[in-house]
């Protein structure tokens, strides 16, 4: 695999061609990914919930996301590397510069955060400082207490219009990419129409440029509740490996995911 920059990503856009990503939390999946051919991998701050068993994301702390980080970033050393920005260390953005600036020397090559318009500021002050950002709209886990619970957001025309709106001015802003979780078919499919950079859905369809999944959810490792959108690659193979390259493959030839995954 070649090193994948977002230029790799921005060509993949243009060129209509769909790439995998998936969460990873230490070197030695970190590496087996990469090997498979997946291209960009994610520290998310679901690890709180995959890791350490909590029900959320909000114990998470930039030191735990940076940790891992480390690991993940030495295991794949040329795939791309997000990593998470935890709940509140961006509350403003003075801490987004600290919390980002940890999470790079820990050898992240973007950042990720969850919100729309209160953040404008943030990305476009973390760009600027050469922190390249990956803006994340839809059922944000952070606010799983303001929702009520992990609910599928965007649904109805004012607030697929909202989410329309605040991607594009989050990319006005600076973002260089955009996850797109748990909304519905069209509105992610109208979302990355609408947007240069590119788009990764979870739960958002198949026409975004990219499919993320939580590393457990591919494997089947989950304790209770399956999410909608997961696939358990598993179970249709005989190793990780083999995994891991059926959903490769299946997001690059746009049959994953299918409509059972899908919201309307
Ligand atoms: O924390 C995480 O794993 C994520 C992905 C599900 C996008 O944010
Ligand atoms: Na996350």
Redesign the pocket.
Known sequence: MDRITTSTLNRYKREGRKFAAL?AYDASFAAAFAEQGVPVL?I????GMVLNGDED?LKVTVEDVAYHTRAVSKGAPKALVIA?MPFMSYATPEQAFDSAATLMRAGAQMV?LEGGDWLLDTVRGLTQRSVPVCA?LGLT?QSVHVFGGFKVQGRGDDAGKAILDQALRLQDAGAAML?L?CVPTELARTVTEALSIPVIG?GAGPHTDGQ?L?MHDLFGITSGYIPKFAKNYLAQTNSLQAAVAAFVEEVEHGRFPGPEHCFN
């Open positions: 969460t994610l998310g701050d679901s690890l994301t998470d990720k994340h886990p996850v979780e979870i993320i939580v």
